[in-house]
């Protein structure tokens, strides 16, 4: 029974290097696996993560990931890395690495186990597909299966190869989500100086939909002409995105001071105040807030850099205080598509067997990682989902040679 699966990336090489005894072909466009792969974790592949479960995992269909998942878990995907020689190692915040902190080792010792089960193809664009024939068909070749494996990602990072050309094949055949873009930066309604371009801070951001609260994160945040970016950003992302798509409001609230509660901010401020009642409200904040960000801070405030600590009103640090703890970003657009991390959107799981990955449309059609409606949070978690649906359609195909 010959198995054609289509892609090279995380999802392709999980399947090969998990499908023993099975007759495996990879095609992939690229001229090498895993390219995506390299890219991962800023090089240095978060492959998992020590926090793990389905609050982590965006899909229309909600607890289509569920199953996979516990059938095959993060601490299940360690083990299995270990055996192959990968040891791991994770940060505070459970962001699970190899300890080389190389993405290129993971693609590396992937490829030599995926190359023990499978032959690869590279080089080789497929321009359409044939369900019913079978058939998988480049500019000059026809590849005949008995059963095909769609792993050829979603539409980010399209340099990569996960261009989103098999949702255009197969989208009369097989019904598609609405595909956009996340893990990446948003542009802003209100802006921040280019004075403070650059500027990191550790700060908590609140995520609102419709005047809703969604999710908050603690993490870095970074301030850029066009709007927000930083792990923050990333780790809410997904349901920036997904509310972006479906045309609804989206703002967040940004806490400058996440270790502070109001009050005891407003006490620190005013014990400041009151010690250097000569001093500048910009000199003021120096020791409090990174330089870069105080004008636009007091700006947004109403408060002039320059304003004596002795002339602060009472309504002057009432302003103050709530923008240091709550101070509003409306979401416009995604500012960067190209380099998004990951896609929502993708295959209806709605018409995929959660157990198996197989097509309730195409007996002989699986799909796994990306290229389904299933995205991951910032963290490892859409490696971690490559590798759960993969081995969940492995071991389905391999029941079929039983």
């Known amino acids: 029974m010959k198995v054609f699966v289509l892609g090279g990336g995380v999802a392709g090489l999980a399947f090969a290097s998990l499908g023993r005894d099975l007759d495996i072909s990879v095609i992939d466009k690229n001229k090498e696996a895993g390219r995506k792969l390299l890219a991962t974790g800023n090089g240095r592949c978060n492959f998992t993560n020590q926090n793990f479960g389905m609050d982590f995992y965006q899909s229309d269909n909600k607890n289509f990931p569920k199953k996979a998942l516990e059938a095959f878990t993060n601490r299940d995907l360690i083990d299995y890395f270990y055996r192959l020689g990968i040891d791991s190692t994770y940060l505070p915040s459970g962001r699970t690495y190899p300890t080389t902190m190389s993405a290129k080792t993971v693609r ?3 490829y030599l186990e995926a190359n023990k089960n499978a032959s690869f193809i590279f080089d080789e664009e497929i321009k359409d597909i044939d369900l019913r024939k079978k058939l998988l068909i480049s500019e000059n070749n026809k590849y005949k299966y008995d059963i095909l494996v769609i792993a050829s990602g979603g539409i980010s990072l399209p ?24 893990i990446t930066n948003y542009k802003t309604k209100e802006k921040f100086s280019k004075k403070a371009k650059g500027t990191k801070i550790t700060g908590k951001v609140s995520l609102f939909v419709d005047n809703k609260f ?18 923050s950003i990333f780790n809410i992302s997904n349901e920036i995105s997904l509310a972006l798509r479906d045309r609804k409001k989206a703002h967040v609230l940004v806490d400058f001071f996440p270790n502070y509660s109001k009050k005891d901010l407003g006490k620190r401020l005013g014990d400041l105040l009151e010690r250097n009642p000569n001093r500048k409200i910009s000199e003021i904040l120096l020791g409090l807030l990174n330089e870069r960000i105080i004008s636009d801070i007091l700006k947004r405030s109403s408060i002039a850099d320059d304003k004596k600590a002795n002339k602060i009103s009472n309504g002057d640090m009432d302003t103050l205080l709530r923008n240091l703890k709550t101070m509003k970003f409306t979401i416009e657009d995604i500012h960067d ?3 998004a991390q990951v896609s929502l959107g993708g295959f209806d799981t709605k018409f995929v ?8 449309i195409y007996d002989d059609v699986y799909i796994i990682g990306e290229a ?29 040679n039983v």
């Open 337 to 339: 598509k190209t380099n």
């Open 159 to 182: 340099k990569s190869g996960s261009d989103g050309s098999v949702f255009k094949i197969l989208r009369e055949e097989i019904p598609v989500r609405k595909l956009t873009y996340a």
């Open 353 to 360: 067997d959660k157990t198996t990955m197989k097509s309730k």
């Open 108 to 110: 590396d010792i992937l």
């Open 214 to 231: 969604i999710k908050a994160s603690i993490d870095d945040l970074i301030f850029q002409d066009y709007g927000l970016t930083g792990t």
């Open 372 to 400: 389904l409606d299933v995205a991951g949070s910032c963290g490892g978690y859409n490696i971690q989902w490559a590798f759960s649906s993969a081995i969940a359609a492995v071991k389905s195909i391999r029941s079929l």
